[in-house]
Antibody, heavy 119, light 108 residues
Framework: EVQLVQSGPEVQKPGESLKISCKGS????????IGWVRQMPGKGLDWMGI????????RYSPSFQGQVTISADKSINTAYLQWRSLKASDTAMYYC????????????WGKGTRVTVSS | EIVLTQSPATLSLSPGERVTLSCGAS???????LAWYQQKPGLAPRLLIY???SRAAGVPDRFSGSGSGTDFTLTISRLEPEDFAVYYC?????????FGQGTRLEIK
């Protein structure tokens, strides 16, 4: 079964750093792109960026460029989303999502990682 | 970037009814690369339709997508109780990929 398993919920303080993960299984991890999608409380979906784990080719939405870092470790079939300095406005659910191509639809979603940033 | 506008924002209907949800794009969607997702509370979105009209695996045939260029629709031919959810359109033809703001389908 194709799955994206995300890391657990996080509660962090403003200014702290954070890295959340997404592990793929049931398919050849390096043949697909992994994207990240934000959903703020009660709001819609925001596409953040995407990575091709085979060569770490990474693309960001202009809204998120410089705000987060997307990376991957193909040796352990895992993609990451990282913040250097969290803000309260980063409080959201973050989904990882599989795409066959960089400009493609999402066919498999992770269950999401809830990130709460509060002092 | 392409802005997707979904209408209406909320729709109140009864099981058994037919519904059409709309998604308008601020510019032409390349190659009709438009998808529809369903999201229920507390769950991740689920792919229903891709490439404007192709049904994803396992999606009931009461769901259908149509449209081209800048105007797209998702039709549910006969609402089942499990169809009440939020629906998002999504264009992936031009970077950056964008989503509509969603249409909430609620039980009347």
């Amino acid at each position: 079964e194709v799955q994206l398993v995300q890391s657990g919920p996080e509660v962090q303080k403003p200014g702290e750093s954070l890295k959340i993960s997404c592990k793929g299984s049931g398919y050849i991890f390096t043949n697909y792109w992994i994207g990240w999608v934000r959903q703020m409380p009660g709001k819609g979906l925001d596409w953040m960026g995407i990575i091709y784990p085979s060569d770490s080719d990474t693309r960001y939405s202009p809204s998120f460029q410089g705000q987060v870092t997307i990376s991957a470790d193909k040796s352990i079939n895992t993609a990451y989303l990282q913040w250097r300095s969290l803000k309260a406005s980063d409080t959201a659910m973050y989904y990882c999502a599989r795409q066959e191509v960089a400009l493609g639809h999402v066919d498999v979603w992770g269950k999401g990682t809830r990130v709460t940033v509060s002092s | 970037e392409i802005v997707l506008t979904q209408s209406p924002a909320t729709l109140s209907l009864s099981p058994g009814e037919r519904v059409t949800l709309s998604c308008g794009a601020s510019q032409r969607v390349s190659s009709n690369y438009l998808a529809w997702y369903q999201q229920k509370p507390g769950l991740a979105p689920r792919l229903l339709i891709y490439d404007a009209s192709s049904r994803a695996a396992g999606v009931p045939d009461r769901f259908s997508g149509s449209g081209s260029g800048t105007d797209f629709t998702l039709t549910i031919s006969r609402l089942e109780p499990e169809d009440f959810a939020v629906y998002y359109c999504h264009q992936y033809g031009i970077s950056p990929i964008t989503f509509g703001q969603g249409t909430r389908l609620e039980i009347k």
